[in-house]
Structures are given as C-alpha cells and as structure tokens.
C-alpha cells in the first residue's frame, strides 16, 4: 500500500480525477485529491489555462507543495496535464518515491529544477498524437530521470486525447488506453523494479 499524491489537470477535478482516486483506492492506496481551483472545474482549455495564468504556475507549484505537508516519505505523486508539473515540482522540494505523469511531462528548467531527485523513479504517459506534447519534453524528463540512476518508464497509446482517461471528455476518451494506462500505473507503483520500455 502507498500514499498518493493525486494533482488533477488544468480542467479541475473533473470525473477522470475522481475515478483515478476511486481505482487507487480500490487497489488498497490512500489517495489524497488536491484540488487547487477550490472546486472549479472547466470545459475549455482556453478558459483553463486564462485561470492558470491569473493564480501563476509559481503560486501554484507554492500550494501543491504546501498540500503534501505532512505526508510520508515514501509519498507517491502523480498528476495530470498540469498537475504532472505539480507532481514533478513536489518530487524535487521534499521526499517522495515515485512520480507518475500523465500527459504532462514538464522539462525541469520550466519549473525551475536542475535535477530529478537521486533514486526516484517516474512513469510517463502519453497518446500518441497528443496536441499539448512538447517536443522534447518526455526525452528530456527521461534523461533527467536516467541522469539521476533512476528508471525512467514511457508509455504511449493510440489516439490524440490529451486528457484520455477521463470519460467526460467524450472527445478525448479512450476506454482500451485508460485500462491499458491503469494496469501500467498499478504494476508500477506497487514494483520494486519497474521495467524500461520506450
């Protein structure tokens, strides 16, 4: 059993959050929700990354380290879109043992790091054809993660849902993706080892 760590995307909380804390926690995990938008959720990403850009990514990266506070060293955190860079931000300022990123791989120097933390392994996801990916920024988070002897584990899938694990955004959902993403996820941070595979 881990303790979780859970930053949603730059939408909010929406359904695809909250079914990822229900199958952690059906699979024996304590799973805490951080919710920096206070409940708001939104529809567009226009709108969302509006509201982004009002609280700032550096108040944000302040809140979602403030939210862990207290939680165990051996803390797993993950986060989506936006809350990868959440997760990633956390990950280098307090202890954890591993990082799970979602659609939102984050070169450090965007956050401000020079380095992964020492030993912690990261899983990213991606669609294959995701709009929001950065060109570079997965091959970066890897190198900065193999830089630091840590196992570093990609893992793409069909399609160009940026948010593919969230049914509802009928748009982006993939059903095959998300149990495929969710047997990864659950291998992974109940591994001793997990495997490289790019």
């Not at 165990?72 to 955190?77: A, G, H």
């Not at 993950?78 to 931000?89: D, K, L, V």
């Not at 049914?167 to 969710?182: H, I, M, N, Q, V």
Request: hydrophobic residues 45%.
């Amino acid at each position: 059993m881990s303790t979780v760590a859970l930053f949603h995307s730059v939408l909010g909380v929406r359904e695809g959050v909250r079914d990822a804390a229900a199958r952690l926690r059906a699979a024996g995990h304590v799973v805490h929700v951080v919710d920096q938008y206070d409940g708001r959720v939104f529809d567009s990403y226009d709108e969302a990354s509006a509201h982004v850009e009002g609280i700032g990514f550096p108040a944000l990266m302040a809140s979602a380290l403030a939210a862990v506070a207290g939680l165990p060293e051996d803390l797993v955190v993950m986060g989506f879109s936006n809350g990868g860079g959440m997760a990633t931000y956390v990950a280098g300022n307090r202890p954890v043992a591993r990082a799970v990123l979602c659609s939102g791989a984050l070169p450090l120097d965007m956050i401000g790091q020079d380095h992964w933390p020492q030993g912690v392994p990261a899983q990213l996801h991606y669609a294959l054809d995701d709009p929001f990916r950065r060109p570079g920024s997965v091959e970066s988070v890897l190198r900065s993660v193999g830089e630091a002897d840590a196992i570093g584990e990609f893992l793409q899938y069909p399609g160009a849902g940026h948010l593919f694990t969230d049914p509802s955004l009928p748009a982006e959902f993939d059903g095959a993706a998300t149990e495929a993403f969710w047997t990864a996820v659950l291998r992974f941070i109940g591994a001793a080892n997990p495997i490289v595979s790019r």
